[in-house]
């Protein structure tokens, strides 16, 4: 009998239902976006986050529903992040699944954010193990190794600043809305790596990132161009900052694909529509280690949504792994 999950992600800014049958095909996966509301305040703000998850979440799951033409009793689980992320926001998804489970008597997941967005290369082709991921979003940068199905283990993080973070702040300065990382990237399409910003810790023994001197060197051009009353231009400084952020995570995933044993390199998380980090990456791989599998998801299945949280429950559900109505927010978990 085919499997069907009802998923729910609250974490971040978007709330999003899914249905999702046997870990791998989409039935419906809606996603409420409220970028518009926190535009203007140049970031998610926790509390705005939470309020709209309140106001959208039943919408949403009667929507699933209906969209997917599936009752209640045709569901084998229901399952929800549980972190990482804003604690406001991910308990209203947490709080709507436990009622939903409850009142239709199904079984409850709680499933880790970030195993859902390796998840989403599920949608892709079936994932072999062993296998390697390059986790990298607004709030994550991650490389994590994954032996077999269901097992993730950190072998490199950053230190400071995620990716898309540092995208955001750099973004601002440039007098981009949030979130910028997409609008970074078309422009630097357009230019040439003239500015030469540092790439830190590209050549040292670890798998970990550092974003914070990239963004520090690149506000302080700015700002000191601002005082001189000089002109930057624009498209140039896209494109040397993206080289920069590109340079370092190909070196380092590629070093980590030639020292472990992997038959595939999965990209997920919101940075991973990036189309200069898209390129770069299958190039190197074609001419290094043309026997790595590389997966990127979709775009629309980079970014947060529920669909990616159903695949992973459903790796979950196969191992037993089940919660229970005191399931609570881990706003910092890790795998
Ligand atoms: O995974 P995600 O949707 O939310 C988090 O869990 O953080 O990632 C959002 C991040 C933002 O920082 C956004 O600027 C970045 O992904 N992003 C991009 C691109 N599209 C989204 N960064 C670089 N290039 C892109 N094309
Ligand atoms: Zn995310």
Redesign the pocket.
């Known amino acids: 009998m085919d499997e069907l999950i009802l998923a729910i992600e609250s974490?971040?800014?978007?709330t999003s239902v899914a249905i999702v049958k046997n870990g791998s095909t989409i039935l419906t996966n809606i996603i409420a976006s409220q970028i518009k509301s926190h535009e203007r305040f140049g970031g998610v703000v926790p509390e705005v986050a939470s309020r709209h998850h309140v106001e959208q979440i039943g919408y949403c799951i009667q929507d699933a529903l209906e969209e997917a033409d599936v009752s209640p009793e045709e569901l084998a689980a229901v399952a929800v992040t549980k972190g990482p992320?804003l604690v406001g926001a991910l308990l209203i998804g947490i709080t709507a699944a436990k009622a939903f489970a409850w009142a239709n008597d199904l079984p409850l997941i709680g499933v880790n954010?970030m195993a859902g967005?390796i998840c989403a290369a599920r949608f892709v082709t079936e994932v072999t193990y062993p296998a390697m991921a390059l986790l990298?979003?607004?709030?994550?940068t991650e490389l994590v190794y994954l032996p077999a199905e269901g097992v993730y283990e950190i072998i490199g993080e950053t230190r400071d600043d995620?990716?898309?973070?540092a995208?955001?702040k750099v973004?601002r300065v440039l007098g981009l809305t949030?979130?910028?990382?997409?609008k970074?990237?078309?422009l630097a399409h357009k230019g040439k790596d003239t500015y030469h910003f540092p790439r830190a810790m590209l050549n040292d023994d670890t798998y970990d990132f550092s974003f914070s001197g990239l963004k520090s060197s690149f506000i302080n051009l700015v700002h000191n161009a601002q005082q001189r009353q000089e002109e930057l231009d624009q498209v140039n400084l896209a494109a040397s900052f993206?080289a920069s952020?590109v340079d370092v995570l190909v070196t380092k995933t590629i070093r980590a694909c030639q020292e472990f044993p992997v038959q595939q390199l999965i990209v997920?998380?919101?940075?991973?529509?990036?189309?200069?980090?898209r390129e770069r990456l299958a190039e190197t791989i074609k001419t290094t280690l043309p026997n790595v599998e590389l997966i990127f998801p979709p775009?629309k299945l980079?970014?947060?949504n529920a669909a990616m949280i159903g695949s992973a429950a459903s790796i979950e559900r196969k191992k037993g792994h089940f919660a229970d109505l005191a399931l609570n927010a881990e706003p910092s978990l890790a795998f």
Do not use: F, R
């Open positions: 974490s971040c800014d978007e992320g954010h967005h990298v979003s607004g709030g994550h995620a990716a898309g973070e995208y955001d973004g949030y979130p910028s990382g997409k970074i990237d078309e993206q952020v997920a998380g919101g940075v991973a529509a990036n189309q200069g980090l775009l980079c970014g947060d």
